[in-house]
């Protein structure tokens, strides 16, 4: 029999050659048998258990040589020495690469459990052929390896080692290696190395793949790691296994922001919850049977110590399932969601250590219930929140965005009617609480109502407030609230002035000029005035744009005061090279005022129309913004004549670069053809303002149905005649406009 295993190296012709040497006594066997075998595939450049002296001779590591030591420790201790160098070696590779491993690591460790495996079957071989047929039939009948070799095959630490290595590796197919790592485990070394020994992974290699599936950016990566989870389980049960493996998984379907993964994330967080109950149940029935045994004291004991359980859902696991309703944005978010927090009160009732939700789980659950888009989202959202300022069953106090989501959810509904006002009740609240120094709804300093100088001193809440009443039509609710912030504002900084933007003015008067509410010209002018005058707002195009829009397309009812309006803006702009040189007209500014010419002045007027039109084209022309649309326009609004003095040359033909074979008529006359000094300052010039003619909006030819409308109406535009001509700026001795 072997009664040792020495292992000396030499290094020959670049081979490495082991010799296996048995121990015994040169009285009981004369002639010694030696067995030679070839390690050049093994990955060590230098024997593990082997220096070389200066005399390039071998001396062994572990010089012990007495008999009293068993051949398993000094085979354990070889087996260690290589599994320790194997350590220290990957360890060090993957601590150097780093993120940035291109699989040396990998490879590596790959090289190290090979050769170990060979050295096993060394081993294994040099035993066999030691033992008798007998031994040797029944050892080749068994599949698992018998004898001290197995002491020599990687173990668990060594499998973990290329499972780490292979996650950290950049390879494209990195995760299904290391996945196939686990499989080679559980099969005792995969086909190259049949004869190994069968390893379960632990619930901590199951974990570390879990967790770089649920990482990877894969799009398969939430199903795998699911996959991997449901192995383990199967494998290992939840003794084996903890809840963090079940939140891994939870929180990477959450990430994907789709219905079905909330669905998969809520069936993982259910599963969780049967097993805990189970777990519970086993608990109770073993303690009760414990119990009934009063005469075996151990049993008692036992039976009185706490219960555990080793699966169950944690506050993570419900804040992860909440968070995937709150962003995958279905039409059942909101109540998933919601019934998701109910089941985390209710296990507060059984389990009083149990972590309550949190103010941020409630703003998810409100947070849902607005982009579900259901119509009952603000009215559950406000119940939620009534919930958190009365602080029934536990609820956490609301902070600024819980006020927030509420006016999401109130706003998001934008067909329930009132849903602006109900939007603008919640913030009156919120702001009424901030006002009295409630610090029960601040939790933070991030919670605060923050002012940037985009929207001029105005929050985000105010603006999204305001924004509801100017799609719902109510202009004269989002002035009253400009007017209530600019007041705010004032009393809370009271020592410094109060500097009102241009955002903040502009979107009210938008809002006047979508409105439909009689006078809204008018209002849009006070309202502008009150700006530039009170509030010290800067001149800026874009308000007196915006006031020549609400001009132009006020109602018949309105015509005269709306014309007065936009003669009276247009004089008040600042011309340009002065101090508001950006609050000077463009093309927009002539644009509109043509409009407003076309739709309020009526066509009997002939004379004011032209008039109107001719001075307000002449200035563009004079200011070089000549462009499609200002020709377009000022042929809706001017008469023939009154275009053919302004667009006909000397030579009575049409402005032009026209032959006399193909004249250009002035239906058809395009900004390119237009003289250089007309277009100087417009953005449309060149190549494609030549090629975009301005014969498509031609006036088009009015059927017969148009005409039995405008028969009905005729009598109305007789009236409106009346009006201009009563107007104060209607000069009825010349027929015209003041100031044209």
């Not at 008999?67 to 398993?72: M, V, W, Y």
């Not at 079957?121 to 390896?145: F, L, Q």
């Not at 199951?206 to 795998?224: Q, T």
């Not at 462009?627 to 042929?635: H, K, T, V």
């Amino acid at each position: 029999m072997i009664q040792a295993f020495p292992i000396s190296s030499s290094l020959s012709s670049g081979r490495r050659v082991v010799q296996v040497q048995t121990l015994q006594s040169q009285k009981s066997q004369p002639h010694q048998r030696q067995h030679q075998y070839d390690y050049t595939s093994f990955p060590l450049f230098s024997s593990p258990l082997s220096s070389t002296n200066s005399n390039d001779e071998t001396t062994p590591l572990s010089s012990t040589t007495d008999e009293e030591e068993s051949e398993s420790t000094l085979v354990r201790k070889e087996g260690d020495e290589y599994r320790l160098l194997m350590r220290k070696e990957v360890e060090a590779l993957l601590f150097a690469n780093g993120v940035k491993d291109d699989g040396d690591a990998a490879k590596r460790a790959r090289q190290w459990i090979d050769g170990l495996y060979e050295l096993a079957d060394k081993r294994r071989i040099a035993e066999v052929e030691e033992t008798s047929e007998d031994e040797t039939a029944e050892a080749d009948d068994n599949t698992t390896v018998k004898g001290v070799y197995r002491l020599l095959l990687p173990d668990m630490y060594c499998y973990d080692l290329l499972l780490r290595a292979e996650i950290q590796s950049n390879k494209k197919n990195a995760l299904d290696r290391a996945e196939l790592v686990l499989r080679e485990m559980k099969m005792g070394g995969g086909k190259k190395n049949s004869k190994g020994i069968k390893i379960q992974p632990s619930g901590k290699m199951y974990r570390r793949l879990v967790g770089a599936y649920a990482k990877s950016r894969r799009s398969d990566g939430p199903e795998k790691a699911e996959k991997v989870l449901l192995q383990a389980f199967a494998e290992e049960g939840a003794i084996g296994l903890s809840s963090e493996i079940f939140n891994i998984v939870i929180n990477a379907w959450a990430k994907l922001n789709t219905p079905e993964s909330a669905i998969r994330a809520t069936k993982i967080l259910q599963t969780m919850e049967y097993l805990r109950k189970r777990d519970l149940k086993t608990a109770e029935i073993k303690a009760q049977s414990l119990l009934s045994n009063t005469k075996d004291s151990a049993s008692s004991t036992a039976a009185a110590a706490p219960t555990t359980v080793s699966v169950g859902p944690t506050f993570h696991s419900f804040q992860g399932v909440i968070s995937a309703w709150a962003k995958c944005g279905s039409d059942d978010a909101g109540e998933n969601a919601e019934t998701v927090l109910q089941l985390m009160h209710m296990r507060k009732k059984e389990e009083p250590l149990f972590i309550p939700p949190t103010t941020d789980m409630y703003n998810e659950v409100i947070d849902a219930w607005g982009r579900s888009g259901d119509t009952e989202a603000g009215i559950r959202s406000e119940e939620l929140l009534r919930r958190m300022e009365s602080g029934k069953e536990g609820a956490p106090t609301p902070n600024i965005l819980t006020y927030t989501n509420v006016i999401n959810c109130h706003v998001a509904a934008t067909e329930q009617e009132g849903s602006a006002h109900a939007a603008e009740a919640v913030l009156l609240r919120m702001e009424g609480m901030i006002s009295s120094s409630s610090s029960s709804i601040i939790a933070n300093r991030d919670d605060k109502i923050s002012h940037d100088n985009e929207s001029g001193g105005m929050s985000k809440v105010q603006q999204l407030v305001m924004n509801a009443h100017a799609r719902a039509g109510s202009a004269d609710r989002m002035e009253a609230m400009l007017r209530r912030s600019i007041a705010l504002s004032k009393y809370q900084n009271s020592k410094l002035e109060m500097a009102v933007s241009t955002n903040m003015v502009l979107p009210c008067l938008n809002a006047w000029a979508k409105s439909k509410i009689r006078g809204k010209a008018e209002k849009a002018h006070e309202l502008l005035k009150e700006a530039l005058n009170e509030w010290n707002v800067i001149p800026d195009v874009r308000l007196y744009n915006t006031v020549l829009n609400a001009c132009a397309f006020s109602d018949k009812e309105d015509s005269r005061s709306a014309i007065t309006c936009a003669v009276r803006i247009l004089s008040e702009m600042p011309s340009s090279g002065g101090k508001y040189q950006r609050a000077s007209p463009d093309a927009i500014t002539y644009g509109t005022m043509l409009k407003c010419v076309a739709h309020l002045v009526p066509e009997e007027a002939e004379r004011a129309r032209g008039s109107m039109a001719s001075g307000i084209f002449q200035r563009c022309r004079d200011d070089g913004m000549i462009n499609s649309m200002i020709l377009d326009s000022f042929r809706r609004a001017a008469p023939l004549v009154v275009q053919e003095e302004l667009l006909v040359g000397s030579r009575g033909e049409p402005l032009g670069q026209s032959t006399v074979n193909n004249p250009t008529m002035i239906e058809e006359l395009a900004v390119g053809d237009l003289p250089r000094s007309w277009t100087r300052n417009s953005k449309e010039t060149g190549w494609a303002a030549s090629r975009r003619k301005s014969g498509n909006n031609r006036p088009k030819v009015k059927d017969s149905e148009e005409e039995e409308d405008e028969d009905k109406d005729e009598d109305e535009e007789e009236e409106t005649i009346v009006k201009f001509r009563s107007t104060s700026i209607y000069d009825s001795d010349h027929n015209t406009f003041l100031g044209f």
